[in-house]
């Protein structure tokens, strides 16, 4: 059985590329808005942080449904999941909330940024004026539905897996939040390296503020897996075949405690730990540490899509 | 501030009450509909009877034109068992089980994969379907596949589109000729299928998982016991 071909193999990396960018663009928003919320205010807009994020979550969010479409097998025929729904669906619902989330984010944007836009407008095209004027007007409704838009586009991607009934580590009531978790730690990762790419001060506040909060993330996230697995083993059956095919030896074995767990979890956490102490933080240190944090969840999402389709029930 | 504040909190009970007060009115007419119909089709397959032929896979591809490469019902063979010359194979159907509670129309995002409120067959909607494979991804069974020449999700509809619309019986039953396929209406009494599951002992797969699948099997006598 070769890692990446096998029977009862149905989805391919692109979904795994996809559900990791739409949990991206969820945590990225997350974090900006954390960022505004707590530490920034008014002059959030200021921020090569925020900024980066307000540039890589409709990016990412539009580049992952990009990826769906084109995975489809009839890409032309996508407008139909907009048309007819099902409720029962994740995919259906997931869409739904993704449409929504963008238009959210866009709003977002629209009036975070709106005091420099009209400054810069300076009185030309009134009526976009008006309209991010009527935006920041609304603000605060705006950032209360797009925190709770993005942590459901966040969870839904590790529901749209969960609804697999026929694979055991994919029907999982830990993996929505498990990709929920992760999700947000990736935002907060590219945020970090969008904002230091953008000449971000890499000892800033909003460095700090965001590593605060992840060293305890980065904790949630170690137990979660644990509990994942633990959960999957003690199970039996087919559930603990499943588990152990997939951080066994072999491919994918190597590709969680070297990936995910190595590169993903272990360094960052350590060098988080480290960056605490040191009062000095470097453009390397937060792009490394960031770029690392990336990798994990990335391949922390293939490394799920693939596993969980070897074994079935 | 804090009127926003209260708006959007009110907007948000609101929507609630609306959801709520949605799914309480939608659910029993749903119910209502599904009891009505006097039909539910359902298939058995005699493990027994089979001698591993392939009439029915053939006689499947070319009644319903399925593109070489895909097939909508495998018999999988086992086997040979025992010591020659008395061996024997074990020969079991592979095909849609037509689940009453199917895990492909649930994850349908488009409603392509549905069930017939008036048969009971779950059948795919051709022109609906966008491909998203999430169907073939959800099925436990693992026999739905992407027809190779129209890119839609396919696999046996027993035969709705092609034979039940002319009032025959399903291709691969009537191709059997060991007759061990048996298809008929589950709520008539005195159909075949009724009188067959009746009297002999029958099985179906992964009952566990709540699919209540509708493609009964007779064990076959031949094989080995798997723990
Ligand atoms: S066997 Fe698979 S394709 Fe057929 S109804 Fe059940 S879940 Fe759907
Ligand atoms: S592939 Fe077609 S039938 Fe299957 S879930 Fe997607 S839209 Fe529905
Ligand atoms: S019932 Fe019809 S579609 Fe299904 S396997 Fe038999 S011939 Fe094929």
Redesign the pocket.
Known sequence: MSAFHFDGLVWHWPIAIYLFLAGLSAGAVFFAIMLKHFKLAERAYLSPFVQAAALIAPIAVCAGLGILVIDLTKPLAFWKILVFYNTSSVMSMGVLVLLVYQLVLFAWIGSVFSLPVNKWLDGRFYLLTKCLTLLARHEDIITGVLVILSLSLGAYTGFLLSALIGFPLLNNPVLPLLFLISGLSSGAAATLLGGVLMRGNPNGIEVKFIHRIEIPMILVEIMLLFTFFAGLILSGGQSQVAALNAIGEGFWGWIFWGGVVGVGLTLPLAFNLWMKVSSDRKFTYVAVTASFSLLGVLLLRNFILYTGQMTGV | MDTSKRRFLKGCGGAIAGVSVYSMTRQPLARDAAEESEVKYA?LHDENLCIGCNA?ED??RE??Q?PIGVS??DIVRTGPFGEYPEQSYRFSRH??QHCEAAPCVKVCPTGAAYIDKETGIVAVNEDRCVGCQYCIAACPYQIRFINPVTKVADK????QQ??LTRGLQ????LACPTEA?V?GNLKDPNSALVKTLKSKPTYRQKVDLGTRPKLFHVRTVDGEIVL
């Open positions: 298939m029915c006689a499947c009644v319903n399925v909508r019902v095909s849609c046996c509809d027993f035969c092609s034979q399903p291709a691969c039953v396929l298809f």
